[in-house]
């Protein structure tokens, strides 16, 4: 009598499973902010506050000279719309709910779906406060003109997917020892403060300099979608390949390790978290 419905061909389940991920992406957006126009305007807010620091931090430090010729608040935002969106992916997988949250209890609700729905709310998020931003300052202040737009919010899109997939690595190892790795989440996090490359671009960095930055993947999609954005400028010595197959990587492992993780999940995990 209460049995839940169950579709027996193979388009029935992906949509009911495509329903599910909707609802729990909602739920996790609602989660940390009751009123959706108040989560976004927080959002908003967040992203905004950092274009200015940036701003007036390179503004003083004369650094504007070494951006490209363009539109200097557009070069900042090419940056910080890329590291905003691939930290936030990031934490919210790594804060998503875990094999042995009270929610997991519920038949149709699995930890694939926990992180998907966070994934995909932390994107709405971030897409919907670049969106806004994007717009206000080009018709309130400045007209601009992306020279590729395509390419750009491609490499948004590789940034927040390997967001996602730092995020799956570390939900693996978070309940093996919670303290330790949320402390090395947040110094990775804290590291692309400097080494994502929001301040500088790859083809004026010398060589011994760039080898210092070439290994984070969110330091090659912010290079290449500023040679997207702006028709003067050719990224060099950064290419997108290489964090889409590191992202890859790195999610083949969070993967392994979040099944190997949730096969021996315990109750007793909930009171270390």
């Known amino acids: 009598m209460f049995r839940r419905e169950q579709s027996s061909t193979a388009t029935g389940s992906a949509l009911a499973v495509m329903e599910l991920v909707y609802h729990a992406t909602v739920r996790n957006i609602r989660r ?20 200015l620091t940036f701003y007036f931090l390179m503004t003083i430090l004369g650094m504007r000279h070494a951006a490209i010729r363009g539109d200097f608040v557009l070069y900042i935002m090419t940056g910080i719309f890329l590291f905003m969106t691939h930290t ?21 609700m699995t930890t694939a779906v926990s ?6 709310g932390a994107l709405y998020l971030q897409l919907l406060s670049a969106t806004v931003i994007l717009y206000v300052y080009h018709a309130a202040f400045v007209p601009i003109t992306i020279d590729n ?70 330091f090659h999609t912010i290079d290449q979608s500023r040679g997207y954005a702006f028709i003067n400028y050719n990224p060099h010595f950064s290419n997108w390949h290489y964090p889409l197959w590191f992202g890859v990587a790195v999610l083949m492992l969070g993967l392994m390790g979040e099944f190997y993780t949730r096969q021996r999940a315990s109750i007793s995990w909930s009171a270390r978290r």
Do not use: C
């Open 32 to 51: 940390s902010q009751g009123n959706a126009v108040l989560g976004l305007l927080r959002n908003i807010f967040q992203t905004v506050l950092l274009i």
């Open 149 to 218: 737009w395509v390419g750009t919010l491609g490499m948004l899109l590789l940034s927040w997917f390997t967001g996602v997939a730092f995020g799956v690595l570390f939900l693996a190892m978070k309940p093996w020892a919670p303290g330790t790795v949320a402390m090395i989440q947040q110094v990775y996090a804290r590291t692309n403060m400097i080494t994502s490359g929001k301040m500088f671009l790859a083809n004026t960095l010398p060589h011994k300099t760039l080898v210092l930055f070439d290994w984070n993947p969110l």
């Open 88 to 108: 936030r992916a990031m934490g919210a997988v790594f804060g998503s709910e875990s094999p042995t949250s009270a929610i997991m209890k519920h038949a149709p």
């Open 115 to 120: 992180i998907a729905s966070a994934a995909l």
